[in-house]
């Protein structure tokens, strides 16, 4: 924690924004039940606004990477989410809240995340 919260940190930060031509970021680092974030440069240029902790950005399409990573994540850990596996029916993993019209109890986990659900958007 203590790097993260270092001017070395902050410095190396704004040193890669200004080299990658991004206008801020927000960043979190989360350790057992500690949570520190810190924010740098701009949420945007035009008006001029410094991007803060909960700065919302648009992300676009990435979130369907950082989601399948996720799950990778929980089928990879056996031993805490055994029923997280990408064959496992999202019915049964969402119980209630997972509906679609008649193939609901079909559909799985991989179906979802490489849109073979049959719904559109």
């Given at each position: 924690?203590?790097?993260?919260?270092?001017?070395?940190?902050?410095?190396?930060v704004n040193?890669?924004?200004?080299?990658?031509?991004?206008?801020?970021?927000?960043i979190?680092?989360?350790?057992?039940?500690?949570?520190?974030?810190?924010?740098?440069?701009?949420?945007?240029?035009?008006?001029?606004?410094?991007c803060?902790t909960?700065t919302?950005?648009?992300i676009?399409?990435?979130?369907?990477?950082?989601?399948?990573?996720?799950?990778?994540?929980?089928?990879?850990?056996?031993?805490?989410?055994?029923?997280?596996?990408?064959?496992?029916?999202?019915?049964?993993?969402?119980?209630?809240?997972f509906?679609?019209?008649?193939?609901?109890?079909?559909?799985?986990?991989?179906?979802?995340?490489?849109?073979r659900?049959?719904?559109?958007?």
């Open positions: 924690m203590d790097l993260f919260r270092s001017e070395a940190f902050a410095q190396r040193y890669l924004l200004k080299e990658h031509h991004a206008p801020g970021v927000a979190a680092l989360i350790h057992n039940d500690y949570i520190h974030s810190s924010a740098y440069g701009y949420a945007s240029l035009d008006p001029l606004t410094l803060r909960d919302l950005f648009d676009a399409s990435c979130s369907k990477s950082f989601t399948s990573a996720s799950i990778g994540l929980l089928v990879d850990d056996e031993e805490s989410f055994p029923e997280v596996k990408y064959d496992a029916v999202m019915a049964d993993l969402l119980p209630g809240d509906i679609l019209p008649e193939a609901s109890l079909q559909i799985t986990l991989d179906d979802v995340v490489s849109h659900t049959g719904m559109g958007r």
